[in-house]
C-alpha cells in the first residue's frame, strides 16, 4: 500500500509551488524516459493516469498497439533540488505502464520486479536490497562533448589535492538527500576518476527506483559543473570498471530470515539455499546483471571483478561474498552486476534465482577460502567452479536455456531484450576498433 495518498501529493504540490511534474519510467535497456505535466493536470494523473505514445520506446509496444498509460507511484514524490523556485519548482513521479484496458503492460520492467515480489511475499518473504554503485568522473572537450579524460589521478580513498572531485561528489550528496536518500559512505574508487556513492539498503522496489534516480541525480549535477558522468562499466583499457555491487537480504515477519545465531558463518538454512540458487542461476541471470558489450571488458582477472561461479566469506575473488554482519545486518554480496543493468529486471532475477532455491532446497558447493585467481584450471575443474560467460551473448545464450531466469522477465520482455542484444552484438561484429588497426594495419 502507498503511504502517500493523492490528496497529499496535491496538497504538497501547491505548498512547494510545482509548476511542472515529470512522470519518469524506464525501458527495457533501463533507461529513464519521462513525460512533462503541469500541475493542473496532476489531478487527473494521480486517478486516471497519462497517456503516451510507446511505439518509439526501447522494446515496449508496436505501431498499431502505441497507447500507453503513466500511473504515478505517489510515494516516489519528491523535487528536483536543482531547479531555481522562481516561476514554479519541479519534482518528479515515477510510474507504472499499463495498457489502454487498464491491465498492468507486460513490457514494464518495474512490474517484473512487482511480480517477482509478489512472489516472495506468497512465499512470506520481503526483500532488501543495497547498491554500491561506481561512476566515472570525465572531462568535456571544447564542444562540450564527453571525453574520456579523467578529472583527476586519485586511487582508493585518496583525498585532495589526488581526489579533486569532492566538491562534486558533495554536490551529488546534498542533491540526493534533499531527495529523501539516506547516503552512507562516499569515496575515491580504484580508477583514476572513479568514484563510488552508497545509499543506505531499503525494500527492494523502492532501490531499483533509488538507483535509477541515483544515476540520474549524478549526471545532472556533474553537468552543472562542466564534467561528464558515465555509468559504463569498463570506459578506460587498462583500469577497474565500474560495478554495482548488491547486497540482499530476506525479511520474514520482521526478522532477517538468512540469519542463525548458531551457524558458523551466522547463516541460516533459508540463506544457504538462496545462495544455492544464485549459484545455480549464476551464469543465466548475468545477461541481465551485465547487459551490455562492454559489460565484459569489465569481467576479466587482475582488475577486481568476479569471474568465477563461487562463494566465500573470506575473499573477495567469489563471485558471492558473506559480509562479516549478523543480526538484522546478516546478508549476501553479489559482486557482479555493473551499473548498466536495468535495476528493475537485474533485481527481479537475482530474487528470482534464490527464491528457486528456497523453493528447492537447493545447497549451495563448498565455500571456497582460496583466492580463485591462483588457482589452476584443473583445481577449478576439480571444485567445480565455472566461469562466468565470455561476453553477452554468450551470456543470452544461456540465459535462454534457464527456464527460471526466463520465466522471471516473461516473454515480451525476453524476447525484445533478446532482439536488441542480437542487434547490438551484430553492429559491434561489424565494426572496425581501433585495437585491429593497432595489431594488423602494418603487419599484414
Same mark, same amino acid.
Given at each position: 500500500?502507498?503511504?502517500?495518498?493523492?490528496?497529499?501529493?496535491?496538497?504538497?504540490?501547491?505548498?512547494?509551488?510545482?509548476?511542472?511534474?515529470?512522470?519518469?519510467?524506464?525501458?527495457?535497456?533501463?533507461?529513464?524516459?519521462?513525460?512533462?505535466?503541469?500541475?493542473?493536470?496532476?489531478?487527473?494523473?494521480?486517478?486516471?493516469?497519462?497517456?503516451?505514445?510507446?511505439?518509439?520506446?526501447?522494446?515496449?509496444?508496436?505501431?498499431?498497439?502505441?497507447? /500507453?498509460?503513466?500511473?504515478?507511484?505517489?510515494?516516489?514524490?519528491?523535487?528536483?533540488?536543482?531547479?531555481?523556485?522562481?516561476? !514554479?519548482?519541479?519534482?518528479?513521479?515515477?510510474?507504472?505502464?499499463?495498457?489502454?484496458?487498464?491491465?498492468?503492460?507486460? !513490457?514494464?520492467?518495474?512490474?517484473?520486479?512487482?511480480?517477482?515480489?509478489?512472489?516472495?511475499?506468497? /512465499?512470506?518473504?520481503?526483500?532488501?536490497?543495497?547498491?554500491?554503485?561506481?561512476?566515472?568522473?570525465?572531462?568535456?572537450?571544447?564542444?562540450?562533448?564527453?571525453?574520456?579524460?579523467?578529472?583527476?589521478?586519485?586511487?582508493?580513498?585518496?583525498?585532495?589535492?589526488?581526489?579533486?572531485?569532492?566538491?562534486?561528489?558533495?554536490?551529488?550528496?546534498?542533491?540526493?538527500?534533499?531527495?529523501?536518500?539516506?547516503?552512507?559512505?562516499?569515496?575515491?574508487?580504484?580508477?583514476?576518476?572513479?568514484?563510488?556513492?552508497?545509499?543506505?539498503?531499503?525494500?527492494?522496489?523502492?532501490?531499483?527506483?533509488?538507483?535509477?534516480?541515483?544515476?540520474?541525480?549524478?549526471?545532472?549535477?556533474?553537468?552543472?559543473?562542466?564534467?561528464?558522468?558515465?555509468?559504463?562499466?569498463?570506459?578506460?583499457?587498462?583500469?577497474?570498471?565500474?560495478?554495482?555491487?548488491?547486497?540482499?537480504?530476506?525479511?520474514?515477519?520482521?526478522?532477517?530470515?538468512?540469519?542463525?545465531?548458531?551457524?558458523?558463518?551466522?547463516?541460516?538454512?533459508?540463506?544457504?539455499?538462496?545462495? !544455492?540458487?544464485?549459484?545455480?542461476?549464476?551464469?543465466?541471470?548475468?545477461?541481465?546483471?551485465?547487459?551490455?558489450?562492454?559489460?565484459?571488458?569489465?569481467?576479466?582477472?587482475?582488475?577486481?571483478?568476479?569471474?568465477?561461479?563461487?562463494?566465500?566469506?573470506?575473499?573477495?575473488?567469489?563471485?558471492?561474498?558473506?559480509?562479516?554482519?549478523?543480526?538484522?545486518?546478516?546478508?549476501?554480496?553479489?559482486?557482479?552486476?555493473?551499473?548498466?543493468?536495468?535495476?528493475?529486471?537485474?533485481?527481479?532475477?537475482?530474487?528470482?534465482?534464490?527464491?528457486?532455491?528456497?523453493?528447492?532446497?537447493?545447497?549451495?558447493?563448498?565455500?571456497?577460502?582460496?583466492?580463485?585467481?591462483?588457482?589452476?584450471?584443473?583445481?577449478?575443474?576439480?571444485?567445480?567452479?565455472?566461469?562466468?560467460?565470455?561476453?553477452?551473448?554468450?551470456?543470452?545464450?544461456?540465459?535462454?536455456?534457464?527456464?527460471?531466469?526466463?520465466?522471471?522477465?516473461?516473454?515480451?520482455?525476453?524476447?525484445?531484450?533478446?532482439?536488441?542484444?542480437?542487434?547490438?552484438?551484430?553492429?559491434?561484429?561489424?565494426?572496425?576498433?581501433?585495437?585491429?588497426?593497432?595489431?594488423?594495419?602494418?603487419?599484414?
Amino acid at each position: 500500500m502507498s503511504s502517500k495518498s493523492k490528496d497529499d501529493i496535491l496538497r504538497l504540490a501547491e505548498e512547494k509551488n510545482v509548476k511542472f511534474i515529470r512522470l519518469q519510467f524506464s525501458d527495457i535497456l533501463g533507461v529513464v524516459k519521462n513525460v512533462a505535466i503541469t500541475r493542473e493536470e496532476l489531478p487527473k494523473a494521480l486517478e486516471e493516469g497519462i497517456m503516451f505514445d510507446g511505439s518509439s520506446i526501447d522494446g515496449f509496444t508496436r505501431i498499431q498497439e502505441s497507447d /500507453m498509460y503513466l500511473h504515478p507511484d505517489p510515494d516516489t514524490f519528491c523535487i528536483f533540488p536543482w531547479r531555481p523556485d522562481e516561476g !514554479g519548482s519541479v519534482a518528479r513521479l515515477i510510474c507504472d505502464v499499463h495498457c489502454p484496458d487498464g491491465s498492468p503492460f507486460a !513490457g514494464d520492467p518495474r512490474r517484473v520486479l512487482k511480480n517477482v515480489l509478489a512472489e516472495a511475499h506468497e /512465499m512470506g518473504y520481503t526483500m532488501k536490497v543495497g547498491p554500491e554503485p561506481e561512476f566515472f568522473l570525465f572531462e568535456l572537450d571544447e564542444y562540450g562533448d564527453p571525453t574520456i579524460i579523467p578529472q583527476d589521478q586519485g586511487g582508493y580513498f585518496d583525498l585532495s589535492p589526488m581526489d579533486q572531485a569532492q566538491d562534486t561528489r558533495r554536490n551529488i550528496i546534498l542533491a540526493l538527500e534533499q531527495m529523501g536518500f539516506e547516503i552512507e559512505t562516499s569515496h575515491h574508487e580504484v580508477a583514476p576518476g572513479q568514484h563510488e556513492i552508497d545509499f543506505k539498503y531499503s525494500d527492494a522496489l523502492r532501490t531499483a527506483d533509488n538507483i535509477g534516480t541515483f544515476e540520474f541525480v549524478t549526471k545532472t549535477i556533474a553537468s552543472q559543473q562542466d564534467l561528464h558522468a558515465t555509468f559504463m562499466p569498463k570506459p578506460i583499457s587498462g583500469e577497474n570498471g565500474s560495478g554495482m555491487h548488491v547486497h540482499q537480504s530476506l525479511f520474514a515477519n520482521g526478522e532477517n530470515a538468512f540469519y542463525d545465531p548458531d551457524d558458523r558463518l551466522g547463516l541460516s538454512k533459508t540463506a544457504y539455499h538462496y545462495i !544455492g540458487g544464485l549459484i545455480k542461476h549464476a551464469r543465466a541471470l548475468t545477461a541481465i546483471t551485465n547487459p551490455t558489450i562492454n559489460s565484459y571488458k569489465r569481467l576479466v582477472p587482475g582488475y577486481e571483478a568476479p569471474v568465477y561461479v563461487a562463494w566465500s566469506s573470506c575473499n573477495r575473488s567469489a563471485l558471492i561474498r558473506i559480509p562479516a554482519a549478523s543480526g538484522p545486518g546478516s546478508r549476501l554480496e553479489l559482486r557482479n552486476p555493473d551499473p548498466s543493468a536495468n535495476p528493475y529486471l537485474a533485481i527481479a532475477v537475482m530474487l528470482k534465482a534464490g527464491l528457486d532455491g528456497i523453493k528447492n532446497e537447493i545447497d549451495p558447493p563448498p565455500e571456497v577460502v582460496q583466492d580463485i585467481y591462483h588457482l589452476s584450471l584443473s583445481e577449478k575443474d576439480e571444485m567445480g567452479i565455472e566461469s562466468l560467460p565470455g561476453n553477452i551473448m554468450e551470456a543470452v545464450q544461456v540465459m535462454l536455456e534457464d527456464e527460471v531466469i526466463k520465466d522471471a522477465l516473461g516473454n515480451h520482455i525476453l524476447e525484445k531484450f533478446v532482439r536488441a542484444k542480437k542487434a547490438e552484438w551484430n553492429s559491434y561484429k561489424a565494426e572496425v576498433h581501433e585495437w585491429e588497426l593497432d595489431h594488423y594495419l602494418e603487419l599484414y
